[in-house]
């Protein structure tokens, strides 16, 4: 073989290193971008989860203050209820006060105090005649 078509070898051999290198390197940058993004594609799965957890959380919460407002809701016509209730009362009493006091303040037909029973009161009648025991004239 020639000289010349021996250095051609040569060179084509050294041509054909530096691309095979070349292309080891491509191939290595290509793997470490391939890591890289595989690295980011579970940190989005893990932010995605996160999400999702949060939004189960939201939710739930969005029910336990649904569930809080029924609740407040039932207390207040309960407690409007009771304010009712109680008006109602009062006035009941009021008005058995009142009643009360205009029967303690109009006579009686028998005398002395009207919240005694009955039979511990004298007639008014008798007293006035002539006392306890009748005249023997």
């Given at each position: 073989?020639?000289?010349q078509?021996?250095?051609?070898?040569?060179?084509?051999?050294?041509?054909?290193?530096?691309e095979?290198?070349?292309?080891?390197?491509?191939?290595?940058?290509?793997?470490?971008?391939?890591?890289?993004?595989?690295?980011?594609?579970?940190?989005?799965?893990k932010?995605?989860?996160?999400?999702?957890?949060?939004?189960?959380?939201?939710?739930?919460?969005r029910?336990?203050?649904?569930?809080?407002?029924?609740?407040?809701?039932?207390?207040?016509?309960?407690?409007?209820?009771?304010?009712?209730?109680?008006?109602?009362?009062?006035?009941?009493?009021?008005?058995?006060?009142?009643?009360?006091?205009?029967?303690?303040?109009?006579?009686?037909?028998?005398?002395?105090?009207?919240?005694?029973?009955?039979?511990?009161?004298?007639?008014?009648?008798?007293?006035?005649?002539?006392?306890?025991?009748?005249?023997?004239?």
């Open positions: 073989m020639s000289q078509k021996i250095e051609a070898l040569e060179q084509e051999i050294a041509q054909l290193q530096a095979a290198d070349t292309q080891a390197a491509a191939e290595q940058y290509l793997r470490s971008q391939l890591a890289q993004a595989l690295r980011a594609v579970e940190l989005a799965k932010q995605l989860m996160l999400l999702e957890m949060q939004q189960l959380e939201i939710q739930s919460l029910n336990q203050l649904s569930t809080l407002g029924h609740q407040v809701e039932f207390a207040r016509e309960r407690e409007a209820r009771l304010e009712q209730r109680l008006q109602a009362t009062e006035e009941a009493l009021a008005l058995a006060r009142r009643q009360r006091t205009a029967a303690a303040s109009q006579p009686t037909r028998y005398g002395g105090n009207p919240s005694l029973p009955a039979f511990l009161l004298k007639p008014v009648a008798a007293v006035a005649v002539g006392g306890d025991q009748p005249s023997a004239d």
